[in-house]
């Protein structure tokens, strides 16, 4: 894929500012990798926004470079970040086999109203590289189950991997505290 296509994947699910908002908008990219999908993301959200790319290898962070906070953490486990106005998750709960636990997690580092973005391949069986990928069927009902609501497919793109790759929005309850 190339960046156009990455931006696409997340273009409809990022608000844009509201004018006189006042406030730094704060996201994270779990799984983030050398930072293809933070990049994007930085894109969109443009100058001013807080971004915290996480991930287990800490050589891979280093390539996103400057602007964004970088973290070398496991995001299947508790992180010490709260009322984020969104998080990107692009290629990284396909590793996860039990998503339950994890979505909880990070449907509480959300603010209420807060916007979780996955990115996958459209199929339900996996191989060694990619072992646990996910159609869109399946991502509304875990996303349900997580207590995440308006779940909506956002863009498509071809994959020469399994053929296609969409994106989906989930949105954190707006009537609940943050945790």
Known sequence: MNHSDLVALLKRGIPLPLAGEGRVRAWADLGAGEGAFTLALAELLGPGAHITAVDKDAQALRAIGHGVETRVADFTRPLDLHDLDGIVMANSLHFVRNKAPVLELVRDMLRPGGRLIVVEYSTDRGNPWVPHPFTYATWVRMAEAAGLQGTEQLHSVPSRYFGSMYSALS?????????
Do not use: C, D
Request: glycine letters at 34%; zero cysteines.
């Open 171 to 179: 949105l954190s309850p707006k009537g609940r505290g943050s945790g």
